[in-house]
């Protein structure tokens, strides 16, 4: 072999990318997720978008709306909900909407080409009677022919088995950050709360939603402690919402610093290659993101979005913005038809 074909060999070498590292086969350590978010971008992007084919179409986009059914007046001091009563946000109570207000926006929501349909409603944890009301929203919005997801509080065995006997598919109970920086949030519940109603969610049979929330004035490693909350869980939670924190102006965030919107699409990187079969979300703040920074999420594996004109009481980007950002980029809304229960 001469010197040029030496050269020509070392230079298509030098071309090959990196083989993906495989992930670990035990339990995600906080260390190990730290790792990943200390890659250099694009490495860290490559390996977020080689596990997203492994396991998705390319394309594939899911999406979801949230309307909020119960408004206002929750008795928990979650720093940056702007739904707490301890805060003036400006935010008033109201109380849970009616079957057919209910319904209405669940078609429109369908009509717009959403296939999950999200009910929130802020309580601290339903009484009996919440969940009786909240059973018929889900078995009539379940008649549409659209996925059902709920995030009502904390929850009792008992209501999330009444929950899925109605019907409801998902249930959403974010853990919000990492376990030692929690009470720096909220102290009117704790951690292992949240943890137990997941797993009353799981005992139940009903699909778990659950993911957090970034830009609360947290450090890196507390991002790395939240993803390595959200991969230990057994199994981990079928659909992962990654929040940028809204800075609502009455809530004690309301001054915290932005998350710099790269950090943001290294978030959603990790939680896709610790999480490889979840649904990863833009949830809240995907207003404040601009296309590029949304591209950059796709590309790092997220491939469902809050889709409508509000995600519980902040704003959302509007239907015709995202379809046409849809379309720029070569992606496609799944169909309900082609939806699944655990998809």
């Not at 601290?124 to 659209?146: F, T």
């Not at 004035?217 to 659909?239: C, T």
């Not at 009455?250 to 079969?277: H, W, Y």
């Not at 949830?283 to 409508?308: E, H, K, T, W």
Request: glycine share 8%.
């Amino acid at each position: 072999m001469g010197a040029h074909d030496l050269s020509v060999e070392k230079a298509v070498t030098l071309r090959r990318p990196a083989a993906t590292p495989v992930a670990p086969t035990g339990p995600w350590t906080v260390e190990a997720v730290q790792a990943l978010l200390d890659k250099p971008f694009n490495d860290l992007l490559f390996e977020a978008q080689t596990v997203h084919r492994a396991h998705f179409p390319a394309a594939d986009i899911e999406l979801a709306t949230l309307l909020s059914v119960k408004t206002g007046g929750c008795p928990e001091n979650c720093g940056y909900c702007p739904q707490s009563a301890e805060f003036d946000t400006g935010v008033q109570a109201q109380k849970l909407m009616e079957v057919d207000e209910v319904l209405r926006a669940a078609q429109a929501a369908k009509d717009a080409g959403a296939t999950r349909f999200c009910m929130g409603a802020a309580w601290r944890a339903p009484k009996d009677r919440d969940v009786e009301k909240v059973a018929v929203l889900v078995e009539a919005v379940k008649g549409l022919g659209l996925q059902t997801c709920a995030t009502l509080g904390m929850l009792e065995p008992q209501h999330a088995l009444q929950l899925k006997a109605a019907g409801l598919d998902y249930y959403n109970h974010n853990l919000d950050t990492a376990p030692e920086y929690y009470s720096d949030i909220v102290d009117t519940r704790s951690y292992q709360d949240r943890l137990d109603t997941l797993a009353h969610v799981r005992a139940a049979g009903i699909s778990v939603c659950c993911g957090g929330i970034v830009g609360m004035g947290e450090a890196p490693v507390h991002r790395a402690g939240l993803i390595a909350q959200l991969a230990n869980l057994d199994p981990y939670p079928e659909s992962v919402p990654i929040n940028s924190l809204v800075r609502v102006p009455g809530t004690p965030l309301a001054d915290s610093e932005p998350i710099d919107p790269l950090d943001f699409v290294r978030m959603i990187a990790i939680a896709r290659i610790t999480m490889p079969k979840a649904r990863v979300r833009l949830s809240a703040g995907r207003q404040q993101l601009g296309d590029a920074v949304q591209a950059l999420c796709f590309l790092a594996g997220a491939n469902s979005i809050f889709y409508g004109d509000k995600l519980l009481v902040t704003g959302n980007p509007d239907v015709e913005a995202d379809v046409k950002l849809l379309a720029k980029l070569g992606l496609q809304a799944r169909s309900t038809s082609e939806q699944g229960a655990c998809a």
